[in-house]
């Protein structure tokens, strides 16, 4: 397996007004085998960035000996798949054909998707939307979004977060078996699960379905999201973590998503991410 760093990590990446080459530059430094880019409607990469730019920034990461691992976005957090306006929801599919076209460009084939949000626990005045709204809304969100990505070649690769949805992996493997296309896949997060389930397991039945990992640490005695800690220093099994995508037969990109930003965080998480999984 290869380690990755995601873009957020490093001081400027979730405000995305770290320039793309510096981020890449950090992470190759730090000794990284790749790096996860990240993309929103403003900043650094943006669902707008060309083709040549695009070009731009993989010459770069030639140049400087770094993979990008993939894309991720936190753009539907805030324009919901799930949104009970259907403007919202409108826009935030553009949003995601544009930003999968921008994946493809960067020569990688897995895009990071939250498909919606039965409630968003970091917005203060985010609606409540009822499971089996969410549900049906987030199902008709990828069948608009299947045809672009099959087309691309780019995975869209729906991530287990904190969105009260998708919160079993039976759902999560029926969800995306329910597509039947091989362009639907998971973006399998180890220290999202650890409050309500094992990772191991999760890995086990999810399968060749996991396009991309990412790698966080949690304590469950904390319970909130206040229990997300540094590497190593909480309560995820990597042991039984590295034997499940061993059995499964993973060797791809695994990322460090660890932020926000703190002063030496990125060299704390890269001797981590070394000691783990090199």
């Known amino acids: 397996m290869k380690i990755s760093a995601s873009y957020w990590m490093f ?4 405000e995305a007004t770290l320039p793309v080459a510096d981020a890449m530059a950090q992470a190759k430094d730090l000794g990284f085998d790749a790096i996860e880019l990240c993309i929103g409607s403003q900043g650094a990469l943006t669902h707008g960035t060309t083709q040549a730019q695009c070009e731009q920034i993989v010459a770069k990461a030639k140049e400087l000996g770094i993979e990008i691992a993939g894309v991720a976005s936190g753009e539907s957090w805030g324009s919901s798949p799930s949104d009970d306006d259907p403007a919202v929801r409108a826009r935030i599919i553009d949003f995601t054909k544009k930003a999968l076209q921008v994946t493809r460009w960067l020569g990688t084939d897995a895009y990071l998707f939250v498909p919606g949000a039965v409630d968003v626990f970091f917005l203060e005045h985010s609606p409540v939307v009822p499971y089996d709204v969410c549900y049906e809304r987030a199902k008709a969100a990828v069948l608009q979004l299947v045809p672009t990505a099959e087309k691309l070649g780019v995975t869209l690769a729906i991530e287990n977060v904190w969105n009260k949805f998708l919160l079993s992996p039976l759902e999560m493997r029926d969800f995306i078996d329910s597509f039947q296309s091989k362009a639907v896949g998971s973006y399998f997060d180890v220290g999202n699960v650890l409050l309500t389930g094992y990772p191991d397991q999760w890995i086990r039945i999810l399968g060749r379905r996991i396009a991309r990992v990412h790698v966080k640490d949690f304590r469950k005695s904390v319970g909130t999201a206040d229990g997300f800690v540094d590497l190593l220093e909480g309560d995820v099994d990597f042991e039984a973590v590295k034997a499940a995508l061993e059995e499964i037969g993973y060797d791809g990109y695994v990322t460090a998503e660890m932020l926000p ?12 991410m070394k000691k783990i999984f090199k």
């Open 11 to 14: 001081e400027g990446g979730l």
């Open 261 to 272: 930003y703190q002063p030496g965080r990125p060299q704390k998480t890269a001797a981590a």
